[in-house]
């Protein structure tokens, strides 16, 4: 997509993938760890798939959602609870926020903790397998830290649980995050995947770890045509590009150190 490797600083703007889906694109730095926000507009409002890794970016998404005309967020679905998929969530006024239960439990002690430069700092200079995650953090939060909390979700489901519109979202679980997500959209064949398929965070991960493959194929079995992950451009199921590198873990898909 067009808006994949601009500025992260620079307002992006909202691209249709098909129907009523709508992709905010992230950037592929893996330094800014920063991915993209899905949209799905239906005639009770729009489904943000992702809250945004700070509240700037959600400002920045929500500015982009007027700009296309679409109608106001009224869910706001996490895809798995690290901070780069719902650190914006705080910005996401009025909206009802939707996660796994394992995620809403996980994100309520994370709220207790005094997130700031200086514990971020602290932490860092305790475990260095942090930096890439918590420098992340760091440069995504600047002179957003006032009023910032984390939200964990006002719905839970365990296994699955359908929205307006048709909208699915399903616990798929996985090595990257207990709580990891997809969100389905029948009616456009988009199936978004946040970064359910991908290995641990940096900071957890063993020499073995690696792209889940199964995950992928059984994914590829629905035979959507667009599949959606956090951290690349979009892919059409039917491309040759699409299969072969999904299926691939020599490198393409194998996630670089970001959390």
Known sequence: ???????????????????????????????????????????????????????????DVQAAIAEAGLPKATHLVYTHHHWDHTW?????????VIGHETGAEILAEQAK???????????????????PSYGGRHFAMKDCWDGFTIVPPHRTFTDRLELPGGIEVRHVGGNHAPDSSVVVVPEASVMLLGDAFYPPPFHLRKMDDTTDLAMIRAFLAEDFEWYVDAHNPPRRRRSVKLAAGLMTAAGR???????
């Not at 129907?19 to 730095?29: A, S």
């Not at 971020?120 to 942090?130: G, S, T």
């Not at 898909?253 to 959390?259: D, I, K, T």
């Open 253 to 259: 898909f194998r996630r670089r150190p970001r959390p």
């Open 88 to 96: 914006g969530a705080c910005a996401w006024d009025g909206v009802e």
């Open 1 to 59: 997509m067009r808006g994949w490797g601009i500025l992260p600083d620079v307002p992006r703007s909202l691209e249709r993938l098909s129907g009523e889906v709508w992709l905010y694109p992230g950037d592929p730095d893996p330094a800014l760890v920063q991915g993209c926000v899905g949209v799905i507009a239906t005639p009770e409002g729009s489904v943000v798939v992702d809250a945004g890794q700070s509240p700037a970016m959600a400002r």
């Open 113 to 131: 903790l005094p997130w700031s430069p200086d514990y971020l700092e602290a932490e860092i200079a305790a475990n260095n397998k942090l930096e």
